[in-house]
Structure formats: structure tokens, C-alpha cells
């Protein structure tokens, strides 16, 4: 509640009674009394923002923080309506509360964005207002700030938050941190008591904002399930996996967070943290469980709750960001079509993030790439029509056509190409925008306010964007959008974005093996095969690097060697060769293929070459070797 001295100069000793008589009520959780004397202050002295604020505050608590939407209406009310949603700008200092408030709303609201341009305004009058205000709004600065991927302006801030409020490194320290193992065994119920709640929280966002800032510094040797979570994630970014699942998994001495209390699950966290150290191990089945288990911790938290959720519970769910990462685990283990579902929900949330964008498309493409697999056959007959003389050997087809579903609509999410091909459109676009944002964005001041410190491209829920990122992003978007119009006949454009590939700088060798490819199977749909051949030259495929296959090819990808993508890209010259009518050549190209990835094409391409000769007996010689029962 605010202070109502806006007109302690006129009111008279009753209404003074009243004014103070409403904050004591209110402070012993007598909030229908509370409401009681603001009315019968507001009827003596008339409508006062603070009175009607004050009022909307009381009966927030009195509806256990349930009746959030009248509370909203209130703030929005004294707000005004002509206030600019981009713009939270106010010179009135004791409105700082009211505008604090709405961006807690707006918090809980997983309104992030919206929460801190509000609180930027409000802590531009930090030196003006009391300190317990700056102490709540310094909290909530700091949290939305992690929250949003900006640790080193909350790092700024905590630093300025020392300052205002003279708060020494020494304060910050319990009794129990000094303490041995066995006295802090025999006092566990102390934790919390070693330290008032502000400076108490206060410590834990230090200490997470030094965590994101991957700061080495020495964590307190506490046994609570808030410190232990932070003490893991150093761990964790010291790469340290095994002391980072070993803190998930001690007894601690605090009890469990409650979500009716404090907005989070406590079991969610550490499933869901424990997922994320198991997929980084490569462990992607006990990951995807650990996912798997956090999300019904999370439900069973929410539906605990009830219909009618109070405010701090009304954004507590997890689910999305669960859901992002049991994606990932999904892809990783070759599951594309749970993946696409899972991936699905957090894009209603995070719908600006490329990697997003890219991961649905990956699950779209390895669908696709999957049912290709099953229908592959790699014996030359397919079958046999017929019986003697008479026998006709059906050959089997060398390639899929992909045939689109005329009657569904490629706008609506379904693990089809069209679909893959939208969502590439969408990570190249994103990609740019990002790409333009950090371009224009000067270098940030060494001596730089805290608010001007640069943290623009968060990409929530994953890391955020650099410029290394970026790059790395485009070099996958654009092979994979070049593939997929490959597969969908647009020639053209698979062209165009294999060749805008190629011209990247610092482009790995599987990818600038992947773009001369596509771009020359593209010109050789376009039947321009002199162009094709140039992206197939022998000192290109013969300076390609071993380690760059081993390093960035996935274990389930077929071309994870250097062997592998040289035999590929010979295989396609001498296809060139062969439709130039370059038989020798490509003859003595085919017979330096090595790798099996490989061996069934090279048959089909003889054959091919052996019936453009009329050399029928040695296509015989190739059914009865290939196939002995079609014999």
C-alpha cells in the first residue's frame, strides 16, 4: 500500500486516524476493515488516487490475490488510457507504485517485455523513492532481466542496488555459512531466519546473476533447494555434470517450494534441470524422461491449484519451456513426429526465435528423410512380370518424386515439406532481422548506465544471439531451405539459396559440400549441366577436410565422413559426365567411389549406362550377381 499524503496538509485529525488505522488493519491481515476505513476516508475527503489504490490493494488480498483482473482495471484506470503502450514514461514520483504493480501483473502474466519497459521507468526515479520500493522494484528489475536472458544488465543493477540501499558483501552472508557441517545440521530450520526476506532474496538473485554471468565465485555452503539449484548450475557451466546432478539430487534442509506460495514447483525444476544435464551427456532417452517427469510434476502442480488460480500461480507453468527442451531430446532421438508436437506449444510463446522455427522444420525434414528410408529398396529389380521367354525384370526407380497433399492446407503445422519450407522462410527472416539489429547496435561504454547496456537479441527460451550464432543459423537454414525445394521441384529457388550459401563467410566443409551438391542436382533439373559440373570439380571434393565430418556430423547422419562426401559428390560428377556423353570418364570417376553409401547408385548409374550401350548381357550378368532369385 502507498502512503496517502497527498493531502496530509488539510485533512483533519479523524481522517488521520483513518488513514493510519487502514494501514495497521492491513498489516494484521484485516483487510475487510482495511477496505472499511479507506471508503469511509475517501467518502470524508473525496476521490484520491492513492485512496482508490489503495482500496484496489486491500481487496486483492482479500480475494487471496484471486480477484487480479479488477485489480488490472483499477491500475489501467489511474494509469490512464493515454498512456502509450511503448512508452511508461511518468513524472509523478508517488505513482511509482501504481506503475510497479501493473508490471507485476504483467509479470505473472509472462509479459516479460512489457513488465520491464515499465520498470525502466520506475527505476529511473530510483534516487527518489523509499527504500522499500526500491527494494521491491530492484527485485523484480533483477528477475524479469534474468528471466529475459539480460544477465549482465541485472549484474549492473544488483551492483547499483548495493550502492542505494548500503548494502555490504558482509550482510549478504548467513550464520550458517561460517559454520561446520554438524552445527549446520543441528540448525537446518535456521536458513531462512539468518537473514531478513529482502536481503535474503537479494543474495539469491546476486548469486544467479553471477551463475548466468559465469562468474567463478564461491557459492554459500547452504543445503537449501535454492541454492543447491544455483550451485548446480555452476556446475553445470564449469561442465562439471556429475557435481551438478549430484546437488539436484541431495535431501535439502528447506521444505519443498509450494506454488500457491511462491509461484514455481519445486519437483519441476530439478526434473527438468536434470533432463537438461543428461541431454548435454548425450543421455537423450533419460533426458526426453526426465522431460517427461517434469512435465507431470508441472501439471499436478497447476491442477492443484484449481480453476480459479491466484495471481502468482496465473504464470507459473513451466510447460512450454519443458516442452521446448523434450523437443530437442525428441529429435535427437530420431522421434520427429512427437518432436513437431511438443515443439509446437512453446511457438505460441516464443514465435520470434529462429532456432525455434529451424527445429519444427527439422522434424518436418527427418519425417520425410524417414519415410524415404522405408521405402528404399537397394536391389536393382523391383520385380518380375511374366515367366521363359516371356519374363520382363521391372527395375527398380533410383529416386522418390514427393507428392503434396492437394487437400490440406500448408499454413496449418503438419510435419509435411510445404510446412518445413514455411518455417525456414520464417528462421531466414528472423535471422536477418536479428543479424541487422546487432549491426546497428554500437559497442557499449565501459562506463555505460545499466540500462544502456546492450542485451537486445535474448532469443528466449534458448541462449542468446551473437553474431557466431547467427552465422551458424543461416548456414543451417539455408541448406536445409535448399534441400527442401530440392524436394518440392523449385529448382530455382533451391538454387538461389545454395548458392547465397556458398557465398558465406567461415562456412564449414559439410556445409559448402552440401551447397556445391544442391546446386548441382538444381542445375541439372534445370538441364544446364556444363554450370553443374563446375560445383563438382575434383580439387574442390579432393580438399575437403576429414576432421570437419567427424566434428559436425551428426552419428545418425549417412555423410559423417570425409570418405562418404567424396564419394557422393563423385558419384554426381559422373552422372554429369554421363549426361554429357562422357561415358570413359565417368567409368574411371565411378570406379574411385569407395564408401557403401554409395554402392547402390553406382549400380543403378552401370546399368543405366550399360542399356544406353545396348550391353544386355551384362545387365543380365548385374539382375542374376544383385538378385539371384529373380534369376
Known sequence: MTDNDSKTTCISEHDRAL???ALEEFNNNNYGTCIQNLVELESSIGVDPCIIHNKAVAELYKSDFKNYEQFHKVLNQLIGKAVDSNNYEFENVKMATVYFNKAVILFQMRQHQAALKIMFAVMKHIDKLDDKLVQRAGLLTINLLLNTNQPKKADALVELLQVRLNISSESLTSDEDDESDLSRDKKKEKSLKSLDFFKWMF?????????????????????????????????????????????????????????????????????????????????????????????????????SVGDAPPL????????????????????????????????????????????????????????????????????????????????????????????????????IPSTNLEFASLCLRNTITLIEHHCNEIKRTPPTASNADWMQIDERNQCNPSKPL??????????????????????????????????????????????????????????????????????????????????????????????NTKEAAQSILKYNLAVTLVLQGETELARGMMSTCKH????????????????????????????????????
Not at 215 to 234: C, F, G, M, W, Y
Not at 359 to 381: F, G
Not at 604 to 630: A, F, H, W
Open 19 to 21: 488513514t493510519v488505522n
Open 203 to 303: 543474495r539469491l538473485y546476486k548469486i544467479r546473476s553471477n551463475v548466468l554471468n559465469v562468474k567463478n565465485l564461491l557459492i554459500p555452503n547452504e543445503d537449501t533447494s535454492e541454492v543447491s539449484i544455483l550451485r548446480a548450475h555452476q556446475y553445470y557451466n564449469g561442465i562439471d555434470y556429475q557435481m551438478a546432478a549430484k546437488e539436484l539430487s541431495k535431501n535439502f534442509s528447506n521444505p519443498q517450494s509450494n506454488i500457491k506460495k511462491n509461484g514455481e514447483d519445486h519437483n519441476t525444476i530439478i526434473a527438468n534441470n536434470m533432463g537438461i544435464i543428461h541431454f548435454h551427456v548425450r543421455h537423450y532417452a533419460m533426458a526426453a524422461r526426465f522431460f517427461q517427469h517434469a512435465l507431470t510434476f508441472d501439471q499436478t502442480a497447476m491442477e
Open 312 to 411: 502468482q500461480c496465473l504464470g507459473a507453468t513451466k510447460r512450454p519451456e519443458i516442452l521446448y527442451n523434450l523437443g530437442i531430446a525428441m529429435l535427437h532421438l530420431q522421434r520427429p513426429m512427437e518432436a513437431f508436437e511438443c515443439l509446437l506449444i512453446p511457438l505460441n510463446y516464443y514465435h520470434n526465435n529462429p532456432r525455434l522455427w529451424l527445429r519444427l522444420a527439422d522434424a518436418c525434414i527427418m519425417v520425410h528423410t524417414q519415410n524415404l528410408k522405408e521405402k528404399e529398396n537397394k536391389n536393382i529389380v523391383l520385380a518380375v512380370v511374366g515367366s521363359g521367354t516371356h519374363r520382363k525384370y521391372i527395375i527398380q526407380r533410383t529416386s522418390m518424386k514427393y507428392v503434396s497433399d492437394e487437400s490440406q492446407s500448408f499454413a
Open 466 to 559: 551473437n553474431m557466431n550464432t547467427i552465422n551458424k543459423l543461416k548456414c543451417a537454414a539455408l541448406c536445409k531451405f535448399s534441400y527442401v525445394q530440392l524436394c518440392l521441384g523449385e529448382y530455382l529457388l533451391a538454387l538461389k539459396s545454395a548458392k547465397e550459401l556458398l557465398q558465406l563467410t567461415y562456412l564449414p566443409d559439410v556445409h559448402a559440400m552440401l551447397g556445391h551438391m544442391y546446386s548441382a542436382e538444381a542445375l541439372v533439373m534445370l538441364d544446364r549441366i556444363t554450370e553443374a559440373r563446375t560445383f563438382l570439380e575434383p580439387k574442390f571434393i579432393a580438399e575437403l577436410k576429414e576432421d570437419d565430418f567427424i566434428h559436425r556430423g551428426s552419428p545418425d547422419w549417412n555423410i
Open 596 to 631: 557403401p553409401i554409395v554402392f547402390s547408385h553406382l549400380k543403378m548409374l552401370k546399368m543405366y549406362m550399360d542399356l544406353q550401350s545396348g550391353n544386355i548381357e551384362n545387365c543380365r550378368k548385374m539382375v542374376k550377381m544383385d538378385t539371384p532369385k529373380y534369376a
